[in-house]
């Protein structure tokens, strides 16, 4: 079936350090890519999506690019704040459209940043 | 305006008792889904309501596990005879409709089987 799968963590950082979180998915025909964000003491929220191969989600400085032949979908950002803190979800959506059917997500990353 | 809220926000409960959860989507959000957190296996899909169609339960672990919503509107998630191990954070979310491509979530219901 589907999966997905992400580094694990947890991962600690200084702040304007560069962050790379991988993210591989297993799945048939074309998903859609997701990043989902939890702030601590939050719900889960989008952070970025990508419907189609070689596209680029972006959003709040973070990127990731839906690269088929790698079936990867790895987050970046340039210079990450304090304010990043948080745990990363990567996650599918089977159908192409990003229709509304189940998520299906990777284990999460956390992601503490100091000053 | 009113994101998706949950309820109770923490729940304690003795081994072998019957548990709701409740999940109020965001108003005029046809698509709901229920799904759980829990240390060991991450973020797990339980199941899918879209409309009047009939909901995807594929997710759902065992037959004490079941769900419902009641005017294409709230659900309420039921589990019977709980466990220890179905301990965890409930999570719901709405979206739009079918080709939406974003969930919107809950804050969760942490359930916790003594």
């Known amino acids: 079936g589907d999966s997905v799968t992400q580094m694990e963590g947890p991962v600690t950082l200084s702040e304007e350090a560069f962050l790379t979180i991988n993210c591989t998915y297993t799945a048939t025909g074309y998903p859609s890519l997701f990043w989902y964000v939890q702030y601590p003491g939050e719900g889960l929220q989008l952070l970025l999506k990508?419907?189609?191969?070689?596209d680029k989600g972006s959003n709040k400085g973070f990127e990731a690019t839906y690269r088929k032949e790698t079936t990867s979908f790895h987050l970046e950002k340039g210079s990450v704040q304090v304010s990043d803190s948080a745990v990363y979800f990567c996650?599918?959506?089977?159908?192409?459209?990003?229709?509304?059917?189940?998520?299906?997500f990777g284990k999460g990353t956390k992601l503490t940043v100091n000053p | 305006g009113a994101g998706v809220s949950q309820s109770p926000s923490n729940k304690v409960t003795e081994k072998g008792k019957d548990v709701e959860l409740r999940c109020d989507p965001i108003s005029g959000h046809t698509a709901l889904y229920w799904y759980r957190q829990s240390l060991g296996q991450g973020l797990e899909f339980l199941i899918y309501?879209?409309?009047?169609?009939?909901?995807?339960k594929s997710g759902l672990p065992s037959d004490r596990f079941s769900a419902e919503r009641t005017g294409g509107s709230v659900s309420t998630l039921t589990i019977q005879r709980t466990q220890q191990e179905d301990s965890a954070v409930y999570l719901c979310?709405?979206?739009?409709?079918?080709?939406?491509?974003?969930?919107?979530f809950g804050p969760g219901t942490r359930l916790t089987v003594t």
């Open positions: 996650a599918l959506s089977p159908r192409s459209g990003g229709g509304s059917e189940k998520l299906v």
């Open positions: 979310a709405s979206s739009t409709d079918r080709n939406s491509y974003e969930q919107y």
């Open positions: 309501f879209q409309g009047n169609s009939a909901p995807d």
């Open positions: 990508a419907t189609k191969a070689d």
